[in-house]
Each structure stands twice: as C-alpha cells, then as structure tokens.
C-alpha cells in the first residue's frame, strides 16, 4: 500500500491520522478553538492531525440551508489558523475553478462524495499536486474508486487517499462495509480514511435537513481501525446542538479525547 508523505509525517505508515474539525465554518473562533484544542489532543496521544473544516456546503438538503462562509472568508481563516497553531489543512472543493486558489492554502483537497464522478474536478484537483482525499460516493461500491483514482493518476498525481462514508441502504439510511478497508488497501493500494461522523449520517432525517445517530459514531471509529484503516474523520463542533450544520452526528469537542485515545490504542495493536 501507498503511503504519502505530508509535513513531517506519514500517513498510511505507523501512526494514526486524523481529519477532524467542524462541518461548515460557522466563525474564525469556533475554527480556531476547535483546531487549537484538537492539535493538543493529537500531540498529547502522538496522533497524526490535519484540521477539517469547509468554507462551502454545497450539497445541502434544502436552498435555505447553512452552507458556510465562502471560499474568500474561509480561505483567509484557514490560512490564519495554518500559519498560528502549524497544523496541515483538508478543506472541500465542489467547482473546478475552486482547486488553485484553495491549493494556495490547503495540504489536502477533499472531494465530495456525491461529486467523486465528476471528471472535472478530479482532473482540476489533481493538477494543484496536493494530495487528493477522495469521498467515496454513497451508491458505489469500493472497487469503483479504482476508476476514480485512475482519472487522478491519469492526470499526473497518485497522492490519493480514499475516504469511506457508508453506502446507502434502502431509505434514509448508510451501511458500512468493512470489507472495504481490505478491498481499498490492499487490493486497490490505497490509505483508506474511514469517516465515522458522516457514516451516522440520516440523509433526509429532518426533512429539509439530515439528522444522526452521533452514539454509534465511537463504536464505527474502533471497528475501522480494528479492520486495518489507516486514519480517521470526524467532524467535532463545541456544541453540536447549536451547530448550523450535521450537528446530529458530530462530536462533543470536549468529549472526544476518549474515542481518539481508544482508536490510537487500537491501532497500535493491528499495525
């Protein structure tokens, strides 16, 4: 299996990785305390940490949805917080034109999962040369990423990391298939980032807005750590009850230091 080099790490190598922060951005304050206090947490459990947050939503449930900041605005607090607290950016791109002015900032570009088909922007996201987290579309099967990740490779960058978020099961409902871990890894050769937040996701469970089962998102973590996933993502707010966006299946900011620590030590069995 590939693994890639970003800052002074590794990922897909002998420590866990970990893709964490809010849903959309709803403040430079809430980023950054986020940020800060996750870095302190993935020092103190020597945890690799790469902070996630999305300056746009695209994909929202309803046209009167929160989406976030804008590209400009979150541009400029991530660039602030990647500069002040030294931590390696992912953030979501969803047009083609976004990939250069987002790589000016970003150490990894992430692409959406119902978007992960979309020739374009893989071929725009590629050309920056960051590392290229691809979401796994919801209605493909794991195999499927081969020809996603060709399109990359095709285009002059094999820095890819392939995120698993669930596939959909009937109505309103995401299933996991830990299979995919071995499938992705070892079959396909690729670091494989199990999303633990988004895979408790509800599509639609509000109506006008998804909704969660933010319980069962521990209890995922350590399952794909378990099978052999190489790094971790989460989506963690201060209080997810009052966030804007997906606040049904984040995490407590404060409370998940516990989850992170028994991944790690999961992890640290299996590797």
Do not use: W
């Amino acid at each position: 299996m590939k693994t890639l080099t970003l800052n002074n790490f590794e990922i897909g190598k002998d420590k866990l990785t970990i893709l964490a922060g809010p849903c959309a951005m709803e403040s430079a304050e809430i980023c950054y305390k986020t940020a800060k206090k996750l870095k302190e947490i993935c020092t103190r459990l020597n945890i690799n940490f790469v902070f996630k947050t999305s300056f746009d939503k695209a994909n929202r449930s309803s046209l009167s949805s929160y989406r976030g900041l804008g590209m400009k605005e979150g541009l400029k607090i991530l660039s602030d917080i990647k500069k002040e607290l030294n931590v390696p950016i992912v953030t979501d791109i969803h047009e083609p034109s976004q990939a250069e002015p987002t790589a000016e900032v970003t150490d990894i570009i992430q692409i959406p999962a119902f978007l992960c088909r979309q020739t374009d922007l893989l071929v725009a996201a590629a050309k920056t040369n960051k590392i290229v987290n691809i979401k796994k579309g919801q209605f493909l099967s794991p195999y499927q990423m081969k020809s996603i990740a060709n399109k990359l490779i095709e285009s002059g960058n094999d820095k890819i990391l392939i995120t698993e978020r669930g596939t959909s099961f009937g109505y309103n409902n995401l299933v996991v298939d830990m299979r995919g871990v071995q499938i992705i890894q070892n079959d396909l050769g690729y670091p494989m980032i199990f999303d633990a937040t988004h895979s408790v996701q509800i599509p639609g469970g509000h109506g006008t807005s998804s909704s969660g089962e933010r319980k069962f998102v521990p209890l995922l973590a350590k399952a794909a750590i378990a099978a052999g996933a190489k790094g971790l993502f989460f989506e963690i707010h201060p209080n997810p009850d009052l966030a804007l966006c997906d606040g049904d299946n984040m995490l407590p900011l404060d409370n998940c230091e516990e989850t992170f620590y028994i991944c790690n030590q999961i992890f640290k069995l299996v590797n």
